[in-house]
T-cell receptor
Framework: EPEVTQTPSHQVTQMGQEVILRCVPI?????FYWYRQILGQKVEFLVS????????KSEIFDDQFSVERPDGSNFTLKIRSTKLEDSAMYFC????????????FGPGTRLTVT | GEDVEQSLFLSVREGDSSVINCTYT??????LYWYKQEPGAGLQLLTY?????DMKQDQRLTVLLNKKDKHLSLRIADTQTGDSAIYFCAESSALNFGKGTSLLVTP
């Protein structure tokens, strides 16, 4: 069964450093998403991406964040200057926008900012 | 978005039915969703319901939707230990999730 993959599974970085989280969506999907989940809190929408541009973003997705689809398979989330409060699980998801937006989620990357 | 509300914990005995409740906020949501998250894994779509339906049954899962009260529930019949996980309800296209309900199934 096709699945969304994410790398790395765990990333530790120092405050102020840049991080890039990587995702490989399901190959025939066209819509891509990033979510985050701070420990003990709800899953929060960050951004959606379609046709090589951002289609929707939340208030959390400020200028420190950017997304890119550098080639035909990868979808990345970059945080330019990490803060302690960026520590969270980051989930990538993709769907084909047919019917009920059945989003498939990756296993997540745990980002720890020290 | 505004908060989707769920109770945080539910404990049931194996073989019993589990009912997980959710109150959502977006009355324009076309679909409402239930996701399951097992330890160390991502979210997996369990089931969804179209907003013009009151009920949907899928094997051991029954989803009930009360649009007037914006209330969604998930019933798991004959709950098994493998059903132990966190269950999230979600609304709208850019999924707005609740905090999740931790279901613990005891033998």
């Amino acid at each position: 069964e096709p699945e969304v993959t994410q790398t790395p599974s765990h990333q530790v970085t120092q405050m102020g450093q840049e991080v890039i989280l990587r995702c490989v969506p399901i190959s025939n999907h066209l819509y891509f998403y990033w979510y985050r989940q701070i420990l003990g809190q709800k899953v929060e929408f960050l951004v959606s991406f379609y046709n090589n541009e951002i289609s929707e973003k939340s208030e959390i997705f400020d200028d420190q964040f950017s997304v890119e689809r550098p080639d035909g398979s990868n979808f990345t989330l970059k945080i330019r200057s990490t803060k302690l409060e960026d520590s969270a699980m980051y989930f990538c998801a993709s769907d084909d926008r047919v019917g009920p937006y059945e989003q498939y989620f990756g296993p997540g990357t745990r980002l720890t900012v020290t | 978005g505004e908060d989707v509300e769920q109770s945080l914990f539910l404990s049931v005995r194996e073989g019993d039915s589990s009912v997980i409740n959710c109150t959502y906020t977006d009355s324009s949501s076309t679909y409402l969703y239930w996701y399951k998250q097992e330890p160390g894994a991502g979210l997996q779509l369990l089931t969804y319901i179209f907003s013009n339906m009151d009920m949907k049954q899928d094997q051991r899962l029954t989803v009930l939707l009360n649009k007037k009260d914006k209330h969604l529930s998930l019933r798991i019949a004959d709950t098994q230990t493998g059903d132990s996980a966190i269950y999230f309800c979600a609304e709208s296209s850019a999924l707005n999730f609740g905090k999740g309900t931790s279901l613990l199934v005891t033998p």
